[in-house]
């Protein structure tokens, strides 16, 4: 299902391949190296279980802590090695026609076209304000993300229930909702039980547990049913269990709260410092990650490289070119080396 305008190494193009060891990374959109230490201790007290497998109470454990957090139910949860599973179990629900809203990450579009599903791109043109009228009523499956990867936009919770039809399941890609500073988690609809809405979220990126691949999805638990009928036993390992538990827990809950407040605030002074450069940051931005159109991005970033920085290329997103750009937010050390990099790299 590969149109011959769609390319799929492209759509499996991701930020880690932009940075070499060694880079200063603003390609990857993970907060850190490694997941705290809190977090580190409370899997590492687990390796002794690893004889065993994993344990349904373990699952139980995990999916209540996530259900609590989301004030949902157990069994709306279904708990997935990251989102990417999520994506990857989709066509399970035999859609007609998905539409996929761009740009925006490119696994959605690759698992359904893999898998033989009719794909249709929505292009959203910048400022990239989602207009739910350009989805066609024939798609049985709308994919959006919020915020989007890579504009960072937020897309109003009002705007993302215009896009709910009779017949239509709407999934809402939520990798980076826990990043998005504010009263609990602005545009969130996590929260909201409905049998046409799923929500897919991540602990990759505030947890920095990219390795251990942990995420989950909320939805009707007849949906969810269907999205797992047929996987493996034992289909996350014990870690990836006390992963999901331990960041599902209040505490956890209240420092991602923190770290979006951080990157709220590293985001504006990042803001502040591109523009000053002549750089064009779009905006408003929502994520923990900038988009950029700059006037030659391919010698850019070769020169950004050459100074051992790296940045992710944006045109294997739909919709975007060469000229984009996106960087992860950083704090002020890393922006500083960055700003005097770009200061030397333009011309
Ligand atoms: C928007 C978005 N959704 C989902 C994912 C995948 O998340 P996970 O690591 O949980 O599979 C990513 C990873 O880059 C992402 O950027």
């Known amino acids: ?11 499996r193009h991701h930020g880690d391949v932009d940075a070499r060891p060694g880079m200063l990374d603003f390609a990857v959109n993970v907060q ?36 609590t957090r989301h004030a949902r139910t157990p069994d709306e949860v279904l708990l997935l090695a990251g989102a990417a599973e999520g994506f990857a179990l989709l066509p399970r629900l035999r859609p007609r026609l998905a539409a996929v809203i761009h740009p925006s990450f490119t696994e959605p579009e690759l698992a ?27 798609a049985d499956l709308v ?15 009002a705007t993302l229930h215009a896009l709910r039809r009779p017949g239509r399941l709407l999934v809402i890609d939520e990798a980076f909702a826990d ?6 988690e602005p545009e969130s609809l996590a929260g909201i039980a409905a049998p046409d809405v799923l929500v897919l979220r991540s602990l990759t990126k505030t947890w920095a547990l990219a390795g251990l691949r942990c995420g989950y999805a909320l939805g009707a638990p007849e949906v969810l049913a269907r999205l797992a009928h047929g996987r493996p036993h034992w289909p996350l390992g014990t870690l990836q269990l006390e992963a999901v538990t331990a960041t599902a827990e209040p505490a956890a809950v209240a420092e991602s709260r ?70 992860a937010v950083r704090g002020p050390a890393e922006v500083d080396r960055l700003v005097a990099a770009l200061g030397e790299a333009l011309w």
């Open 1 to 11: 299902m590969f149109e011959d305008s769609v390319d799929p190494a492209m759509l």
């Open 32 to 67: 850190g190296l490694a997941p705290p230490a809190w977090l580190r201790e409370r899997l590492a007290a687990r390796l002794t279980d690893l004889g065993r497998y994993p344990g349904a109470d373990d699952d139980r454990t995990a999916r209540a802590a996530v259900a």
């Open 112 to 138: 359904l076209r893999e898998a033989g599903v009719p794909v249709t791109r929505v292009l959203l043109e910048r400022p990239y304000t989602m207009d739910p009228a350009l989805v066609p009523d024939a």
């Open 143 to 157: 994919v959006v993300g919020n915020p989007t990867n890579p504009t960072s936009i937020l897309h109003p919770a």
């Open 179 to 184: 990043a998005v500073a504010g009263v609990g």
């Open 258 to 327: 923190r770290y979006a407040a951080r990157i709220a605030t590293d985001r504006a002074a990042m803001i502040e410092r591109l523009a000053a450069l002549g750089l064009d940051v779009h905006t408003p931005a929502t994520g923990p990650f900038l988009l950029l159109r700059v006037p030659d991005g391919p010698l850019l970033r070769k020169r950004l490289a050459d100074r051992c920085i790296a940045v992710r290329r944006a045109d294997t997103f739909p919709g975007l070119g060469p000229d984009h750009l996106r960087l």
